[in-house]
């Protein structure tokens, strides 16, 4: 009976241990745990007929080598205008910087839709910036235009 109770309180002694460890460990992993994270924005195209902001998070490696870089957005249709009379879409493009300072196109969103917004999200690994342009674009268009200026929402020199 003896051997029983000890086994008993040997297993909830276990089980409590485990219990009290896996708190930490979740949120260790959890995907809002950042080690660097603040809103931008809001960026505009030209006139002010588009927009988007947002919020930039970041997770280094332990050793504070490589990175992980999360985008969310939304991207504002400011048009009023119908399409007959020149209205146009929202656009957003955003573009990385490496650790060379190399600069590439990473994401693009376009969004048809007065008074509306589209959310959006991506991720790019191994980023030493990130930098967001607004535009407005044809419904019917692969070239956007009337683009506001390159504003940068994110550097590695600002954490």
Known sequence: MLKKIATGALAVAATTALALSLPTAASATSPDYDDYSHSWGAVYAKHGLAKAHGKVSV???????????????????????TYDEGGKC????????????????????????????????????????????VCQIGVHSNYPKKCGPWQYIYTAESE
């Open 59 to 81: 997770n280094w490696d332990h050793d504070g080598e490589s990175n992980e870089v999360h985008v969310w957005g939304k991207l504002y249709d400011l048009d009023n205008r």
């Open 90 to 133: 929202a656009f957003v493009k955003f573009e990385a910087s490496d650790f060379d300072h190399d600069w590439s196109p990473v994401y693009y969103k376009k969004y048809c839709g007065f008074p509306g917004y589209k959310p959006f999200h991506f991720q790019e690994h191994d980023v030493y910036a990130v930098r967001a342009k």
